[in-house]
């Protein structure tokens, strides 16, 4: 990412010749460090393509392949079978999640007893979620208190989501967010990077976190020197410095 390491560079200067006032970079100067440095198309290519397969988005995956020529480094098809799994998370249906994670690969749950026990406890959310009191007091005594014995966290994670069934009206519970929809995403990350993981591909992708690595150089720099910065990371746009 050009910008990143041109703010990077720029920090070491200033820092080399810095007096007790700021520097400023003029757009016309800006624009010309930009120019300077040359990045190739192919690593921008792969990096769009490294965040479409790590997204799941298959379809525009297969067409950039098609349109830039840039091969992903997993199988296209099997994010179909990654996305069905965090779907089926997303939408409620553990048991469906777990037989198809299995499918996938059954070493996924059987290596991961965190995982399995997320996915278990969304399980029990869903059934407390659903008003089915008796049948969520049994599974939580069932399959998922044997494995708060065996682990601590375990046992306050299960005591929370069970402290649930104490409540008639869960917006007064203070565990409530337990059956909000962000928890099934949240678990759905989580099966979502552990498939990842099984693949040896990065469960996160790299733009966000060289956009993070951007807003840290230009936090940087804000300390030493005005000029043109983005403000806005969604258009990218270049905004001329306040002197």
Same mark, same amino acid.
């Given at each position: 990412?050009?910008?990143?390491?041109?703010?990077?560079?720029?920090?070491?200067?200033?820092?080399?010749? %810095?007096?007790?006032?700021?520097?400023?970079?003029?757009?016309?100067?800006?624009?010309?460090?930009?120019?300077?440095?040359?990045?190739?198309?192919?690593?921008?290519?792969?990096?769009?393509?490294?965040?479409?397969?790590?997204?799941?988005?298959?379809?525009?995956?297969?067409?950039?392949? %098609?349109?830039?020529?840039?091969?992903?480094?997993?199988?296209?098809?099997?994010?179909?079978?990654? %996305?069905?799994?965090?779907?089926?998370?997303?939408?409620?249906?553990?048991?469906?999640?777990?037989?198809?994670?299995?499918?996938?690969?059954?070493?996924?749950?059987?290596?991961?007893?965190?995982?399995?026990?997320?996915?278990?406890?969304?399980?029990?959310?869903?059934?407390?979620?659903?008003?089915?009191?008796?049948?969520?007091?049994?599974?939580?005594?069932?399959?998922?208190?044997?494995?708060?014995?065996?682990?601590?966290?375990?046992?306050?994670?299960?005591?929370?989501?069970?402290?649930?069934?104490?409540?008639?009206?869960?917006?007064?519970?203070?565990?409530?967010?337990?059956?909000?929809?962000?928890?099934?995403?949240?678990?759905?990350?989580?099966?979502?990077?552990?498939?990842?993981?099984?693949?040896?591909?990065?469960?996160?992708?790299?733009?966000?976190?060289?956009?993070?690595?951007?807003?840290?150089?230009?936090?940087?720099?804000?300390?030493?020197?005005?000029?043109?910065?983005?403000?806005?990371?969604?258009?990218?746009?270049?905004?001329?410095?306040?002197?």
């Amino acid at each position: 990412m050009s910008l990143f390491w041109i703010v990077i560079r720029q920090v070491a200067e200033i820092e080399e010749q %810095m007096g007790t006032s700021k520097k400023v970079i003029t757009p016309e100067e800006w624009e010309k460090r930009l120019n300077d440095v040359k990045i190739r198309k192919e690593d921008m290519n792969k990096l769009v393509m490294n965040f479409l397969v790590t997204e799941g988005y298959v379809e525009a995956a297969e067409k950039f392949r %098609m349109e830039s020529g840039t091969e992903p480094d997993i199988d296209l098809a099997t994010i179909t079978d990654r %996305m069905a799994v965090k779907k089926a998370v997303q939408c409620g249906n553990v048991e469906d999640a777990i037989e198809k994670v299995n499918d996938l690969n059954p070493e996924i749950l059987d290596t991961n007893p965190q995982l399995f026990f997320h996915l278990q406890q969304q399980r029990l959310i869903e059934l407390i979620r659903n008003g089915k009191i008796e049948e969520a007091l049994e599974f939580a005594q069932e399959e998922l208190a044997p494995r708060g014995e065996e682990n601590q966290s375990f046992l306050e994670e299960l005591e929370r989501t069970v402290s649930l069934l104490a409540f008639e009206d869960v917006s007064n519970c203070p565990v409530g967010e337990l059956l909000d929809i962000s928890q099934r995403l949240k678990t759905a990350s989580e099966v979502n990077a552990a498939i990842l993981t099984s693949q040896s591909h990065e469960k996160d992708p790299k733009l966000p976190s060289l956009l993070k690595m951007l807003v840290w150089a230009q936090n940087q720099l804000d300390e030493k020197a005005t000029y043109p910065r983005i403000n806005d990371l969604s258009n990218a746009t270049l905004e001329d410095p306040a002197v």
